[in-house]
């Protein structure tokens, strides 16, 4: 039997993450913890029966443990409660579905005391990537990528090690937005932005992938995971979501995974590797599909990707804060407080203010994020 915690279990990624221990039936979900969203834990408490449930907001925490009462599921709260979930003996494999940098101090200390991390939550990576990679490899543990097209280059990987990586080909299907220039853009509202083709998705992730601020992260993200320069991944437009990444080798020779647009498969994988479960679900009909349309991306009208790439050429705490002022732009224009355009524009306006630390310790790195808030909302007040 397999043994589980899932941080961010109300999530999208969370919810998919427990679609798959019920289609499989030899997984001990160990432990969940969300944010505020008490009902739906109260359910995934009744269904799973786990040790440890962690919420975020102590007043909702106290009244799931009313409301639990009755059950063995243990209640904590706060950051306290997630370090404690993470550091607990009774299982494997730590999901990291959370949203933001709150995933940082948690996917610490579960590599600490030695747990496997299957990594949805990448702004972990992006922020201390240099302080995650090193722990991984001190302490021999396993760091398994479940976003779909870090874990299409970790399947290119399988069986290829020693073989120089020469570029890694990241897959974008381009957003709602995709062939719109800025000015078309202009009277974007919430609800047009998250409207993705494609994938269904958090609330966060669907307006960065509008933004292309996702593709962003997720070049950054690859470029810690796979230990190669910002240079050597490349961006590529595949609008139907076919082709979730592929990799180029020094021969030539380019590795591909296809699919249909799923996030239970890279879940799955992730959870069981190296192992392949047979899965229900859709499959690739290349009858139907008929082609495969490839663009460049377009970095003059979606700005966000451009940041993203600066941010990660020159490093150090500069991610950091690419990142928080993305989130908290993100979580402004979600509440109707700034228009569309304004989200890169506040990004480019935090990274422009800040002064780079060459490598930041954790406390820098939550010391710059705490930063770059209070820096947007002064503007944001002016």
């Known amino acids: 039997m397999k043994r589980i915690a899932i941080l961010g279990s109300t999530g999208s990624i969370g919810t998919q993450t427990l679609e798959v221990v019920r289609a499989n039936g030899d997984i001990e979900v160990f432990a969940i913890a969300a944010g505020s969203r008490i009902d739906a834990l109260e359910a995934q408490i009744r269904e799973f029966s786990p040790k440890l ?56 200390a579960a590599i600490e005391t030695g747990k496997d991390i299957a990594l949805a939550n990448k702004e972990t990576l992006v922020t201390a990537g240099h302080l995650i990679m090193p722990l991984i490899k001190e302490r021999g543990v396993r760091l398994l990528p479940v976003d779909s097209e870090h874990s299409a280059i970790f399947q290119c990987l399988n069986g290829e090690h020693g073989n120089k990586i020469e570029k890694i080909l990241l897959t974008a299907s381009g957003g709602p937005f995709r062939g719109r220039t800025r000015e078309g853009m202009e009277h974007v509202t919430v609800e047009d932005a998250l409207c993705h083709p494609n994938w269904a998705m958090g609330k ?3 307006i960065d992938s509008s933004t292309m601020v996702n593709k962003g992260l997720e070049v950054m993200e690859a470029h810690w995971l796979f230990d190669v320069a910002i240079d050597d991944v490349q961006v590529v437009i595949q609008p139907k979501s076919v082709i979730h990444s592929m990799v180029q080798f020094a021969d030539g020779a380019v590795m591909a995974q296809l699919g249909t647009p799923d996030m239970k498969l890279p879940i799955q994988y992730a959870l069981y590797y190296p192992e392949r479960r047979p899965m229900a679900g859709g499959r690739l009909d290349f009858w139907t599909l008929g082609q495969i349309v490839f663009e460049k991306p377009d970095y003059e009208n979606f700005k966000g990707l451009s940041l993203a790439r600066e941010a990660g050429k020159r490093g150090g ?46 406390d820098e790195i939550l010391a710059a994020e705490a930063e770059t808030y209070a820096f947007i909302d002064r503007v944001l007040e002016s």
């Open 53 to 108: 449930c962690g919420v975020w907001d102590e007043k909702k925490a106290a009244e799931l443990r009313l409301r639990t009462a009755d059950t063995n599921t243990r209640v904590v709260s706060g950051m306290g409660g997630l370090l404690e979930i993470a550091s607990e003996d009774g299982y494997e494999i730590l999901v990291t579905a959370v949203v933001g940098m709150i995933g940082i101090r948690p996917t610490l």
């Open 204 to 206: 966060k992730i669907t």
């Open 317 to 362: 705490s500069l991610p950091v804060v690419f990142n928080a002022a993305n989130e908290r732009a993100v979580l402004k224009f979600l509440n109707r407080e700034i228009p569309y355009l304004a989200i890169c524009d506040i990004i480019e306006a935090a990274m422009g203010h800040h002064k780079i630390i060459p490598h930041p310790s954790l």
